[in-house]
């Protein structure tokens, strides 16, 4: 039988559809908690949906570049928010600086900071009365390198892992908990467009992409929630590398 460790407890989670989203919002509900699961495609929601009937677990179809989707997602927990996990990301198609998509790069950090940054201030409100939260935002390896992706994407990524210390310090004291996991390569929608750019040599001679191992969602998910739990409760400002050994090399 699943731990209760989010017993009482409403998460949000962002793309919640599929790949790493999906995995940690059935981890959290099969452990007792309401999940609001939230991603932009109605038909991976759907099958979110009628995969755990058993399971607490709100959809909301939206798109977290809109400032009354976010709204919609937040109003969905009908109540206080005590969790968020900012899963949802985009890649870019690995440009260097002077070859970016400049509509690429306002949509690229749309998604993977400004949304991010947006759901944390639409829940911290309630959090910062309670006097209790945890955050856990999804960065990348390329926030913790520069030969992971694009520059759109590693700019992003590495925004996310500054907004998250930042806010750590900030509400550290109040009872709200902020950390950020950085995933290597995983089978996700995103690694399909990692392996289609390489295959169309998108990165270019100018990055050397070393590749250790391929993980699966489910295991993102397990320190995704584990530092949302309180199993976690003396970890704030952490960047947790799940990435099967990558940022070693």
Not at 177 to 187: F, I, K, L, S
Not at 191 to 198: G, N, V
Not at 223 to 229: A, E, N, P, T, Y
């Amino acid at each position: 039988m699943a731990e209760e460790r989010f017993a009482g407890k409403t998460v949000i989670v962002t793309g919640a559809g599929s790949g790493i989203g999906k995995a940690t919002a059935v981890r959290i509900a099969e452990e007792g908690g309401k999940v609001v699961a939230a991603d932009v495609v109605v038909a991976r929601l759907d099958e979110l949906a009628a995969e755990h009937p058993d399971l607490d677990i709100v959809t909301v179809a939206g798109d977290i570049t809109k400032d009354e989707d976010i709204a919609r997602i937040v109003d969905a927990a009908g109540g206080p928010v005590w969790g968020l996990a900012n899963v949802a990301g985009v890649m870019d198609s690995f440009q260097p600086a002077h070859e970016i998509d400049w509509k690429q790069w306002d949509f690229v950090l749309a998604v993977n900071l400004t949304a991010t940054a947006k759901l944390m201030a639409a829940v911290i409100p309630g959090m910062l009365e309670a006097g209790a939260g945890s955050i856990v935002n999804v960065s990348s390896e390329a926030g913790l390198r520069g030969s992971a992706a694009g520059a759109a994407y590693t700019a992003s990524k590495h925004a996310v892992i500054g907004l998250t210390k930042n806010s750590a310090v900030m509400y550290g004291k109040k009872g709200i908990r902020v950390n950020t996991v950085a995933p290597g390569a995983v089978q996700t929608n995103i690694q399909a467009e990692f392996k289609s750019a390489l295959a169309g040599e998108a990165i270019g001679p100018f990055m050397q992409v070393v590749v250790p191992g391929l993980a699966q969602p489910e295991q993102l998910a397990s320190s995704i929630v584990w530092l949302l739990s309180d199993d976690a409760s003396n970890v704030n400002g952490a960047v947790l590398a799940n990435d099967t050994g990558w940022s070693a090399i």
